[in-house]
């Protein structure tokens, strides 16, 4: 079973893409998949996700959002832990010095936190479309696109 955690951006996708990656991040989060695809994320997409709708004034967008992140029962929500916090320290020490593989060592805050509720949770896969987030060694990046999409659910 692939364990995969899902950044903000892996559900922005799957609610607002049209075209042809729609298709392909639907399958993310098909219950078809779910005996080959444990998905996670943190509390912290939560607020994250729901940024663009309370600024759009959109009820209808945030219960889309809300639906598929706790409504389904597909995803795995972690909490933001008092040692998610102080892993993501550790973590955001260890990345500003280059121990990390990533473009340009972005380390913000949030991003630390996705990455730091990933490892704690024993992914092996980030769904991200952020380049420049550094990943621990032996954690693939996949883009949250019908190429990536297709390629991590064929290798499973």
Known sequence: MIVAYLDSNAFIMAVETRGR?????????????????RRITSELTIAEVLAGPSRKNDPRLERAY????VG????????VSRSVLIETARYRSRANQGS???ADRRNFLPDAVHVVTAIESRCTVFVTNDKRIPLPDGMRRVTPTADGIRALLETS
């Open 21 to 37: 990656d729609e298709q392909a991040v639907a399958r993310l989060f098909s219950g078809e998949e779910a005996l080959r695809l």
């Open 66 to 69: 809300l639906s598929l992140i």
């Open 72 to 79: 389904q029962g597909l995803v795995e929500v972690q909490p």
């Open 100 to 102: 990390m593989t990533g």
